[in-house]
Nanobody
């Protein structure tokens, strides 16, 4: 049974930083690309960032480029999202996603594995 468990969310002031973690189990972690998506209040779910299965490539949404960094530790089956210079518009539930294909990394697919999400709230 695949499990993705996010942690590290919370309340932070604008301009602050948070690091999210996602611990994976029940899958061959190093064979999956790992992505982060988010859904803000009243908004559609959107792609945030991704790292390829051997961390050879990363991808970011324009809205977070230069502020967020994703990385992974295949030995620990864990992926991270370092978020700096947070803005109120970054407020959302953040989801960790295990994905099979890189070419559509920014799309949610039926064969993805999703975590339960962690809330990030940025106050102004």
């Amino acid at each position: 049974q695949v499990q993705l468990v996010e942690s590290g969310g919370g309340l932070v002031q604008a301009g602050g930083s948070l690091t999210l973690s996602c611990a994976a189990s029940g899958l061959t972690f190093s064979s999956y690309h790992m992505g982060w998506f988010r859904q803000g209040p009243g908004k559609e779910r959107e792609f945030v960032a991704a790292t390829s299965w051997r961390a050879g490539a990363t991808a970011y949404a324009d809205s977070v480029k230069g502020r967020f960094t994703t990385s992974r530790d295949n030995a620990q089956n864990t992926v991270y999202l370092q978020m700096n210079s947070l803005k109120p518009e970054d407020t959302a539930v953040y989801y960790c996603v295990a994905k099979r294909r890189w070419y559509d990394i920014s799309r949610a697919n039926d064969d993805d594995y999703w975590g339960q999400g962690t809330q990030v709230t940025v106050s102004s």
